[in-house]
């Protein structure tokens, strides 16, 4: 054995307190342990008359702790298709008519008939089957340049909706017996709203295709998702319900979702303030925020007790532009990105 672990082994036994003889080496080394043990729990316990006290009093960090709310407007539309995706469905449509089977006309219109030559007039003016994607003959000597140049007007949907209405309200009025006015088909509701043309962050009739959210702005100019301080014996839940009635307002129509936060941010003070009397230092803000939906109705600022000046329904990308970079860092993830 090594002259070190010989050395070790000596000091350890005089260190060991004395037991009887009865009492194996094992249970002499497990009560020496308790003993030391005991020691030093009595001594921090009931310090003796020479013990110091640290003229520093220990002070516990405390967050408040703020329930918030992510109200969201779910898209109202579908979204805006892609310049890829606007070709290939337009390419569909040009492949749907290559391989439809050609229109016996001889079939249902007699040669030299006057229904035939109508056939044959309507035909030269359309030169297409499909009335949404202009004029294009899939049995003609250049059926092969059915390719669209970049930009062009034929491949947006608008355009396509136009056509289409267009073409029906040719139909309905040369079929009409009353020829004294013409009949109009109403054209579907735009995309752009008068919100958006307008710039109105107000309105929820805006970005029709994407989510919108509600942000509240206080008084000293902080944009923020609203939220306040948990009451006692309040849960997280009602809290966000209560926090949502008292900065927006009762007359919206909301459903909270689910009772657990979908996300939080902390938000430590520069200076933190302590309370020597409580022995807590107020470190700063931890806010959970629950996801609730709004049905019907709009926010309203007039009655709100938490000093809120004005309120936004903006996007994911517009909120990066309006609250701090710390703030947006916490929050991004828990937003939708259409």
Request: proline content about 6%; charged content about 25%; aromatic content about 10%.
């Amino acid at each position: 054995m090594a002259t070190g672990s010989n050395g070790a082994r000596r000091i350890a036994s005089l260190l060991r307190p004395k037991f009887e003889s009865g009492v194996c080496r094992s249970c002499q080394e497990t009560l020496g342990r308790r003993n030391y043990a005991s020691a030093a729990e009595s001594a921090a316990v009931s310090p003796g008359p020479s013990s110091k006290t640290s003229p520093f009093p220990v002070v516990k960090p405390v967050y408040t702790i703020n329930a918030g709310v992510v109200l969201t407007r779910p898209p109202q539309v579908t979204r805006d298709l892609e310049p890829f995706e606007k070709a290939y469905y337009f390419y569909q449509k040009r492949l749907n008519e290559r391989l439809a089977l050609p229109f016996t006309k001889y079939f249902y219109f007699k040669r030299g008939t006057p229904a035939d030559v109508d056939w044959k007039k309507k035909i030269e003016e359309r030169r297409t089957a499909a009335r949404d994607i202009g004029k294009y003959n899939a049995y003609s000597s250049d059926a092969w340049n059915d390719e669209l140049l970049l930009g062009a007007p034929e491949s947006e949907p608008e355009n396509q909706v136009e056509a289409l209405v267009q073409d029906a309200e040719s139909t309905a009025n040369a079929t009409s017996q009353d020829t004294s006015k013409t009949e109009e088909i109403p054209r579907p509701f735009p995309r752009i709203t008068e919100a958006d043309k307008q710039g109105d962050h107000r309105s929820l009739n805006r970005l029709l295709p994407r989510t919108l959210y509600l942000l509240v702005r206080s008084k000293q100019g902080f944009w923020k998702f609203p939220s306040s301080p948990v009451e006692a014996e309040e849960t997280l839940r009602e809290a966000a319900e209560r926090t949502l009635a008292q900065s927006a307002g009762v007359h919206m129509n909301t459903w909270m979702i689910g009772y657990h936060p979908a996300g939080h941010h902390v938000y430590n003070n520069r200076k933190p303030t302590i309370d020597q009397a409580a022995g807590i230092q107020h470190a700063g803000e931890k806010t959970f925020f629950m996801k609730s939906r709004i049905m019907t109705g709009q926010a309203d600022l007039s009655a709100n007790v938490q000093n809120l000046d004005d309120f936004k329904w903006l996007s994911k990308d517009e909120i990066s532009q309006h609250v701090g970079a710390q703030y947006y860092s916490n929050i991004k993830n828990m937003l939708a990105d259409r």
